[in-house]
């Protein structure tokens, strides 16, 4: 049986304040007595009715949901708690006093009353942490169905992403097969090696940035065999970030989004240049191109992988995630990711 005494701690201040109102209510109505009577008699009945309640619920079967005995043996513990809780307080009282509260003196005339406040406290503080386990628990299963629906929505964006970056190069290599058949045989032959790579990695929610920059290099040369001295590309990676846990196929779409919207348009061609840097806690990864740079490209990036990959973030990080497009005619377009890093 593990007790969490942290826990136990926090339960009995909260009834030591509870004692301490009910004190006050009580010297509120005898102004002519001392605070000190109501105060010693209301913290002793306290304490030793949360002590049989609170520590004796662990020795009977208890809901998992409440941590709380079930049925009638939970209405047993909560009665005898009371009663022992108030004659241990009334003990503790009476010899603290040196009086004693069932024979005649200042404290027989209130006997009635303080068992009356017992009941009626000894009642309510049970209810009270009954509640208290229950809206925990509940709040305990509302985080995992969180967590489980946003692992599902996970899964159903990268589903959604790898098929969309095969399609489309499946698309480039029966075009280059009519055209070029030796450049879709070498098309062919990296697309098998970067599938071959990736498939391991693909099926894990996070990876090293490293690897990311690995899968990002294989996709790129994918693509330089179709375009050819048309694309150029700079991944710039420091050392010290190489080990950072980030998504999975996160800066491929963005990448993929460049060449298909920012270079492709261009006749010239253009360069994609990939950068990460952390500073104060937060990664910033950056894709930037030398492409058309035009309005139209700008709304481009509300497309299919800058919506996934934005969505992705919002469900792995809240607010605390951000991903900024834009672009200028003539001069490309930069979107810049930013992730918070754990210290």
């Known amino acids: 049986m593990r007790i969490d005494w942290l826990d136990k701690l926090r339960n009995y201040l909260q009834v030591v304040a509870f004692c301490l109102a009910i004190a006050a209510i009580q010297y509120a109505f005898h102004v002519d007595r001392p605070y000190e009577i109501p105060l010693v008699y209301s913290v002793a009945i306290g304490t030793g009715t949360w002590a049989l309640i609170d520590c004796g619920r662990h020795f009977i079967p208890s809901a998992r949901e409440t941590g709380w005995p079930l049925g009638a043996s939970g209405i047993a513990l909560t009665v005898a708690g009371i009663i022992g809780g108030y004659f241990f307080g009334t003990l503790v009282g009476d010899r603290w006093f040196g009086w004693s509260s069932w024979e005649s003196g200042p404290a027989r005339a209130e006997l009635r009353t303080s068992i009356m406040i017992t009941l009626l406290a000894g009642v309510s503080g049970s209810y009270y942490f009954y509640s208290l386990n229950k809206s925990a628990y509940l709040e305990r299963k509302m985080r995992e169905a969180r967590r489980h629906a ?122 994609i240049t990939v950068s990460a840097r952390l500073e104060a806690g937060v990664l910033t990864l950056t894709v930037s191109d030398t492409g058309i740079g035009t309005a139209r490209a700008a709304v481009k990036g509300s497309g299919f992988g800058m919506t996934q990959v934005r969505e992705r973030l919002a469900t792995l990080y809240g607010a605390a995630a951000a991903l900024e497009f834009s672009a200028e005619e003539g001069r490309g377009a930069i979107t810049t990711t930013h992730l918070p890093v754990a210290a």
Do not use: C, W
């Not at 790898?162 to 499946?170: D, G, K, Y």
């Not at 097969?177 to 996070?206: C, E, F, K, V």
């Not at 330089?224 to 710039?236: H, I, K, N, S």
């Not at 950072?244 to 993929?256: F, H, N, R």
């Open 150 to 271: 946003s692992e599902a929505q996970l899964k159903l964006l990268e589903s959604q992403l790898e098929p969309h970056m095969l399609f489309n190069t499946l698309a480039n290599l029966r075009v280059l097969i009519g055209a070029d058949p030796p450049r879709a045989q070498r098309m062919l032959d990296h697309m098998i090696a970067y599938l071959r790579a990736t498939l391991n990695a693909s099926r894990a929610a996070t990876h090293t940035l490293e690897a990311e920059f690995d899968r990002l290099r294989d996709y790129l040369e994918l693509m330089a065999v179709r375009m050819g001295p048309r694309l150029a590309y700079t991944l710039e990676l420091p050392p010290e970030l190489a080990q950072l846990q980030v998504p999975t196929l996160l800066l491929q779409p963005l990448v993929e989004n460049s060449i298909q919207h920012g270079l492709e348009p261009k006749v010239e061609g253009g360069r």
